[in-house]
Each structure stands twice: as structure tokens, then as C-alpha cells.
């Protein structure tokens, strides 16, 4: 099946600080998403992001399908960004649904005021 | 906007019981989806539930320790049989938020098996 990793696994920033996560995966994708889990447990979608470029606030996804790869940017982090961020692929080309999903390892993000 | 809820929010459990876990969806969806948290670990994703079929699981995974249920376009169940210490983890049930291209998730069930 395909493979999924994201880098860096942690990392440690000061509030007001940029940083940026990847995510290669080893096959073409139909469907990549990012999600941020808190530290209660919740996951909550970032973005549907298999191609091109979103911005949503402070953070923003770019997917460059043709090298299998995609970046989270997050600017000027705040202590609530703490978390980990997933990385979640499907191949299923012609799918109706975007809910079988192969997740990355996830980068732990750590948000000091 | 869109919400999934879950019963029980956690549960501690003797090694050899089953636990029942509900998943509530505030619309009707056609896939449901159940996914394992193991301690500090990614999601695995353990089978589709679709309405009025049988549940489709992923390997690794068999219906007779995972059955899951379907029974209406709101509603799911996965019941974690004969429980063992190494089924202790997160399990999330997640549907296609309706109108777009995007999933949502459940808070999740904490499981902890003695």
C-alpha cells in the first residue's frame, strides 16, 4: 500500500514563530488531507488539499502532486497550534467518498508562550 | 456546522469482555468510518460501514473481533470483542462532511483494557 511520511516527527517552537511540515507519500493521490489533532484527542480538518495551493488564515497547504509531496505552513504560531498534525492520503481514483484514508506518522508541535 | 458524536467517551474494561461503541451523525452520510488510535500512534483505519451491506475491513482486521453495525445513514456501531491489554487505544468513527470533499471526525472512545 502506500507509504506515508511526514517530517520533522517534533518540533518545538516559541509563540510568534513560522514553521513548515511535510508529508511525501509514495504513490499518486486522488484525495490528501491535513488534520490537527489537540491534545484532547480532537481531530479537526485543515484542509482537502490533492493539488495546488489553500490559505486559511495563518496557515496554508501547498501539494505538488507530480513530486508527491505537500507542505503545511504555519506563521506566527500561537500556543493553541500545539498538537499533532496528520498527513492523510487516498489513492482510490473514482471514488465517491474522501474517508479511506492512510495517515502519516504525524508531526508533534509544541507551542511555548 | 456538522457534528459526530460518540459513546462512551472512555471506558476501562476486563480483559476478555466486549465494549460497544456508538457513533451519532447530526446528517445522513453514506459511508461511515471506523479508525484506531493505538498509544502514540497514527490512525489505522479498521473498516467501512455502509448502510444496509456488510462492513468492509481492512487487513488485520476481521469481523469477528470488530463487528460493526449499520443499521441507518446516522448511525454505527463497533463493539471491540474479547478484549485484550493490546486493544487498548482511541477509536474514531469519521463520515464525509456533506457538501464538501473533506472528513470529520467523532471525539473518539478511549479504551483502556486490564
Known amino acids: 500500500g502506500i507509504q506515508v511520511e511526514q517530517s520533522p516527527p517534533d518540533l518545538i517552537l516559541q509563540e510568534g514563530a513560522n514553521s513548515t511540515l511535510r508529508c511525501n507519500f509514495s504513490?499518486?493521490?486522488?484525495?490528501l488531507q491535513w488534520f490537527h489533532q489537540n491534545p484532547w484527542g480532537q481531530l479537526i480538518n485543515l484542509f482537502y488539499i490533492p493539488s495546488g495551493t489553500k490559505q486559511n488564515g495563518r496557515l496554508s497547504a501547498t501539494t505538488v502532486a507530480t513530486e508527491r509531496y505537500s507542505l503545511l505552513y504555519i506563521s506566527s504560531s500561537q500556543t493553541t497550534d500545539s498538537g499533532v498534525y496528520f498527513c492523510a492520503v487516498d489513492t482510490n481514483a473514482g471514488g465517491t467518498s474522501y474517508g479511506k484514508l492512510t495517515f502519516g506518522q504525524g508531526t508533534i508541535l509544541t507551542v511555548h508562550p | 456546522s456538522a457534528v459526530i458524536s460518540q459513546k462512551p467517551s472512555r471506558d476501562i474494561c476486563q480483559r476478555g469482555t466486549s465494549l460497544t461503541i456508538q457513533c451519532q451523525v447530526d446528517s445522513q452520510v453514506t459511508m461511515m468510518f471506523w479508525y484506531r488510535q493505538q498509544p502514540g500512534q497514527s490512525l489505522t483505519l479498521i473498516a467501512t460501514a455502509n448502510q444496509g451491506s456488510e462492513a468492509t475491513y481492512e487487513s488485520g482486521f476481521v469481523i469477528d473481533k470488530f463487528p460493526i453495525s449499520r443499521p441507518n445513514l446516522t448511525f454505527s456501531t463497533l463493539t471491540v470483542s474479547n478484549m485484550s491489554p493490546e486493544d487498548s487505544s482511541i477509536y474514531l468513527c469519521?463520515?464525509?462532511?456533506?457538501?464538501?470533499?473533506?472528513?470529520?471526525f467523532g471525539p473518539g472512545t478511549r479504551l483502556t483494557v486490564l
Open positions: 504513490d499518486s493521490v486522488n484525495n
Open positions: 469519521s463520515a464525509d462532511r456533506p457538501g464538501t470533499d473533506t472528513q470529520y
